[in-house]
């Protein structure tokens, strides 16, 4: 267990508001991302960080942005939700040995 | 071209049976592999990491071909809980994992 919490873990909103999604670890990592998952698409990458105020963007990052102002918290915002940012949406940390990530239990986002 | 290509599947066996799976990947900087499964609506946990001279756990054989790029996991002796969808990721570089799409199992009584 590599002390991963998400929250909400289920949110429904409408289009246009806007939608911060938590990421919280409790064992120091200095590595954390933010996936979404969608049927046909597999996991794709959003934004990772690599320490406090330090982030980068991934392959889908564009409407969404991230901030980490301590180590135990990455936090997701979609500035205005539209119905294509529906999906489930995974935190994961990189374990300090050998480079496995562990992942979040998910949070489920509809945008109506 | 996706990055990590894996078999499409879905794959339906009998308890019992042997399946294996492939992975290729096209970046031949890519440094570390491993193979996860994911359970229906939940998260991916690793299942484990693939290694050059290839490892074993239990029913489990991963195998790593770098010259050809390819990683393949055998499951012996399937069974009714060995059904999930089972992803292939490849470390690029320090911090950075790109998933295959995943490929589908149910192994039938």
């Known amino acids: 267990d590599a002390g991963i919490t998400q929250s909400p873990r289920h949110k429904v909103t409408e289009t246009g508001t806007p939608v911060t999604l938590r990421c919280h670890q409790t064992?120091?990592?200095?590595?954390m991302y933010w996936y979404r998952q969608d049927p046909g698409h597999g996991l794709r990458l959003i934004h990772y960080s690599y320490g406090v105020k330090d982030t980068d963007k991934g392959e889908v990052s564009d409407g969404y942005s991230v901030s980490r102002s301590k180590t135990e918290d990455f936090l997701l915002t979609l500035e205005s939700a539209t119905s294509s940012q529906t999906s489930v949406y995974f935190c994961?940390?990189?374990?300090?040995?050998?480079?496995?990530?562990?992942f979040g239990p998910g949070t489920r986002l509809t945008v109506l | 071209r996706k990055e990590v290509e894996q078999d499409p599947g879905p794959f339906n066996v009998p308890e019992g049976a042997t399946v294996a799976f492939n992975c290729t990947y096209s970046n031949s900087a890519s440094q570390s592999f491993f193979w996860y499964r994911q359970d229906c609506r939940k998260e991916p946990k690793l299942l484990m990491s693939?290694?050059?001279s290839g490892n074993e756990d239990g029913r489990f054989t991963a195998q790593l071909n770098r010259a050809s790029q390819y990683i393949s996991l055998l499951i012996r002796d399937s069974k009714l809980s060995d059904s999930a969808t089972y992803l292939c990721v490849v470390n690029t570089n320090a911090g950075k994992s790109t998933f295959g799409d995943g490929t589908t199992l149910t192994v039938k009584p």
């Open positions: 064992e120091n990592h200095r590595y």
């Open positions: 693939v290694y050059s």
């Open positions: 994961a940390i990189i374990a300090e040995m050998g480079n496995e990530q562990f």
